[in-house]
């Protein structure tokens, strides 16, 4: 029978650190650095073949972080059995923890795949992960515009310019700092940043509207169309859940898909004292500051009340899902409402909506509908 031996590596932009674990003997053996090259893998793994026997079998892994998924598509393109683990769910000792290097690392990583103490990151399909690249691409220009935004006020501001007549960003906003009575320096100064807003503004137009086109596509058009009946969730939002969740299904309970979000309340309890604490933020970070975003719909409007633009969203979709959508909705603007009349900051509030509107999209994905 082929034994098999974990092979552990701490991976970094500048070096591979490896190592191989057998849990017959306990002992972690040929610990070497290479260089960020995962044909240096492939060779380290041949060289540990000769040495043990030809029938010998291998398991790497390696934590999240920086190098994506692509070191483990390089790896398993070459046949070699990889795995990404999720480093919140690595049992790592405490002693590991006050003392750190790369080699301890790499030697906690091919122990964590030896005891199956961890839990592996889901890879998406190259088709998933590239729409989610696009998307946060996109986010990125979005955060680039608000600073931009913040920018223009801000000098405004300093400056004693206030502008009453209407909204900011309006129309009539933009005029009005196009036509400030500014020396040369400052009109000089205010014109590069709308140049610069100009050319972000105009870009996240045409961006939206390659967002809306991968949405129409066959693999995703369904789907979206099912998240799109729940308030506050459009095509961005809902193209993102689905190409960064991939599979819903992964998740046996709507509990979990939460916990995957990092939208579950912490807790501290020893004994007969329990302690609770704000949400674990161990999660996906990109959706869930889609969804708390997206909880902000619920803080407005009447429960039970439904726009034109969220009829419209609704169109299309069998009566079972719009039911759904819309018990969903009811709820969690009631939900808000009863929070915030309790006293619950609204923060806190739109959080605890949007764990809540994450359980229905689970529910929604995976047919598990009233």
Known sequence: MASIHYIGMDVHSTSYTLCCYNPENGKVHHVQTVEPDPLQIVKYLQG????????????????????????????????????????????????????????????????????????????????????????????????ALKTCKQQILAFCLRHGHRFTDAKNWTALHLKWLRNLPLNT?????????????????????????RIEELAAQDRFRDDVKKLSCFLGVKTHTALAVIAEVSDFHRFPSAGQFAAFLGLVPGEQSSGDKQTRRGITKAGNVHLRSLLVESAQAYSRGKAGYKSKVLRARQAGNSPQVVAHADKGNLRLRQRFY????????????????????????????????A
Request: hydrophobic letters at 40%; glycine letters at 6%.
């Open 48 to 143: 540990l073949r000769r040495l043990i026997g030809g029938d010998a079998q291998f398991l790497c892994g390696y934590e999240a972080g920086c190098m994506g998924y692509s070191l483990y598509q390089q790896l398993t393109g070459c046949g070699i059995e990889c795995v990404i683990l999720a480093p919140t769910t690595m049992a790592v000792p405490t002693a590991a923890r006050r003392i750190k290097n790369d080699k301890r690392d790499a030697a906690t990583i091919a122990k964590c795949l030896a005891y199956q103490t961890y839990s592996p990151v889901h890879v998406p399909t190259p088709e998933d992960e590239q729409v989610k690249e696009f998307i946060r691409m996109r986010d990125d220009h979005m955060i």
């Open 338 to 369: 009863k929070m915030v009349m309790r006293g619950v900051r609204h923060n806190v509030a739109k959080t605890a909506v949007a764990r809540e509107l994450a359980c229905f999209m689970w529910g929604m994905m995976t047919d598990h509908i």
């Open 185 to 209: 320096m400052h009109r000089e100064v205010v014109d590069e940043y709308l140049l610069t807003y100009d050319h972000l503004a105009d870009k996240l137009k045409r961006l939206d509207k």
